[in-house]
């Protein structure tokens, strides 16, 4: 599978809440935007890549988890 983007970060309200951060992060100006780069421990919004996947890490980290 080519897969369709990243996956969300861990608790950031579901898809409702990943849209709001996508969103957020797009907009230096907005009053959370900081806070949210602190959240995720990012020092840009530039290092935020929704988009990227890589099937090659995917699976690799799937091997990591299936070892004994």
Known sequence: MDGAG???PED???APGY???KVIL???AHEE???LLVW????SATE???DRFTPDEANMRLL???AP
């Open 6 to 8: 990243a996956c969300p």
């Open 19 to 21: 849209s709001d951060l």
């Open 64 to 66: 990591h988890l299936a």
């Open 48 to 50: 935020f890549a929704p």
């Open 33 to 35: 935007h900081h806070a």
């Open 12 to 14: 950031c309200g579901g």
């Open 26 to 28: 797009a907009d230096p």
């Open 40 to 43: 995720l421990g990012l020092r």
